[in-house]
């Protein structure tokens, strides 16, 4: 027995009813509601966000540019030059050089510390990989990302530039925003 | 003696030529702030703010936008017909510039002891004029896509010269229904024929085929069939860049503006005030802007609202139902006036 769709079937309409009358009503109809609906939009306002006026706040986990911490009470620099961020950088933009602490000259709480740390940031992809691989949490991703310049060796950011207390340029979202 | 055009009132040679110049320098003046208009409304309708960065709200940027065009390099396609490439954008912005000539801003005043009609030329054949300037102004456009050498800019101009006369048509059509019912062409007649009741009410229908047609007259959405920029990339100023380019943009607008300025005359009463309000003369300009600016948002709205139609969908619907509906409020309008 052949199958039976039975109700399941629907019936197509390819078209509207060809009839000018009724063209006429529903080109005028229709026209009207499309316009009270863009007219909604006027009443609505614009959803612009004026961007270097205005920014959108970040979230606190956002990876911006990378920040070099210092301890709060010594002032001590946190980063011991152990090149664990330089492995672990997937786009090889971190070049550390270390040096050895001497008793008259203490930079870093710990043996070492590192003579040269710089990133490029033009090669950097923001994945974090450095953060997550320093052992006493000297790098972190910071929430700026308005680094654009004009020449690329002003991209390179040195040891001090990292360290140094950065503009905070960039609005954060507070918490359950 | 018979004259073709008789004009109804006559002024000294000079107040011709200084209304000549005040109106020209006047919507010369209007027109920047106009494109700056369509595209800050074009944005609310969208969620955006549009131009807002040069000058105070982005007024300026017209400004910026023409220097940049007059900086242009002149060039032209190698395929192209050289005199006629120039012609083409000269003749659509003649016309559309004589147009203006005719919009009534006013009756006639008495301004420092000399009777001055507030508008360019006050002919009997007002309406005729103008469509005699619209047929002009399909030169403009035809020639310019023909003289480009360029397949898509043929095509746009092909689209136009079936578009234009199709629904010229009916927009003659409609039009006729009220220069029966005022019993006058003269576009200042018929203004004060509506002293009784504007003829939007008793001409519905004719308003409303007048309306349409106008949208496709001006090449605007959802009638801009001529520059679909999705498929023939400009249409038929594809080829036109710098100024020629700006000479066919500012004949769209002014256009616009002529349409505008004819819909509120013939249809919403010219100068005329609703509720029997007779304020001064002065005041009249500024009513006829008024009721002029009501058409621009109504063509901006359109254009934010509708998608463009498709090409035999356009021709049906200019052949099969406005031109028989124009055909039937114009024989009723005859009916009940005569009757």
């Given amino acids: 027995m052949a199958y039976d769709p039975g109700s399941d079937v629907i019936e197509v309409v390819r078209h509207p009813p060809r009839n000018a009358a009724a063209s006429t009503y529903r080109i005028f109809g229709e026209t009207l509601r499309g316009m009270k609906t863009t007219l909604a939009r006027v009443v609505e306002g614009p959803l612009t966000i004026q961007y270097p006026e205005e920014k959108t706040p970040v979230y606190p986990r956002f990876r911006g540019r990378h920040k070099l911490h210092r301890f709060e009470d010594s002032g001590l620099e946190k980063c011991v030059g152990c090149s664990l961020c330089a492995a672990a950088c997937p786009a090889d933009c971190i070049r550390v050089v270390s040096a050895e602490n001497s008793p008259e000259t203490r930079i870093s709480a710990g043996e070492r510390y590192a003579a040269v740390y710089e990133i490029n940031l033009s090669r950097c992809i923001f994945c974090g990989y450095c953060e997550i691989a320093c052992p006493f949490d000297a790098i972190t991703m910071g929430h700026d990302y308005e680094m654009s310049d004009y020449t690329r060796s002003d991209l390179i950011f040195t040891k001090e530039m990292l360290l140094a207390e950065p503009l905070e340029r960039t609005p954060l979202r507070t918490e359950g925003e | ?339």
Avoid at chain 2, 94 to 105: D, N, R
Avoid at chain 2, 126 to 147: E, H, N, Q, R, T
């Fill in chain 2, 1 to 339: 003696m018979s004259t073709i055009a008789a004009v109804s009132y006559f002024e000294p040679w000079w107040i011709q030529i200084v209304k000549a110049i005040l109106i020209f320098a006047v919507i010369f003046g209007v027109l920047p702030i106009l494109t700056v208009y369509e595209r800050k409304l074009l944005g609310r309708f969208q969620h955006r703010y549009g131009p807002n960065r040069v000058g105070p709200y982005g007024l300026m940027q017209p400004l910026a936008e023409i220097v940049k065009f007059a900086r242009k390099e002149a060039f032209r396609p190698t395929t192209s017909v050289g005199f006629l490439f120039h012609l083409a954008p000269a003749l659509s912005i003649l016309t559309a510039v004589g147009g203006l000539a005719l919009i009534p801003w006013g009756g006639v005043q008495n301004i420092l002891g000399t009777n001055v009609g507030l508008y360019g030329i006050d002919v009997s054949v007002g309406p005729l004029y103008v469509f005699a300037l619209g047929g002009i102004s399909f030169y403009g456009i035809l020639l310019g896509g023909w003289a480009s050498g360029s397949k898509y800019s043929f095509l746009g101009s092909m689209r136009a010269a079936a578009q234009l006369i199709s629904y010229e048509v009916s927009q003659g059509l409609a039009l006729v229904g009220v220069l029966i019912t005022a019993q006058t062409l003269s576009l200042t007649g018929i203004v004060n024929a509506q002293r009784g009741i504007w003829y939007f009410i008793p001409q519905l229908c004719g308003f409303l085929i007048f309306m349409v047609a106008s949208f496709a007259e001006t090449n605007r959405a959802p009638f801009d069939l001529v520059e679909a920029d999705a498929e023939l990339v400009g249409g038929y100023f594809t080829e036109y860049g710098g100024t020629p380019f700006v000479a066919y943009l500012f004949a769209e607008y002014v256009n616009m503006m002529v349409v505008s300025a004819m819909a509120a005359t013939l249809f919403l009463g010219g100068w005329l005030l609703p509720f029997g309000i007779h304020p001064p003369g002065w005041v009249d300009p500024f009513v006829v802007v008024a009721k002029m600016m009501i058409f621009m948002t109504l063509f901006i709205w359109i254009r934010a609202t509708l998608p463009r139609l498709r090409y035999d969908q356009l021709m049906s619907f200019g052949w099969k139902i406005l031109l028989p509906l124009a055909t039937l409020n114009l024989l009723v309008t005859a009916i009940i006036v005569v009757a």
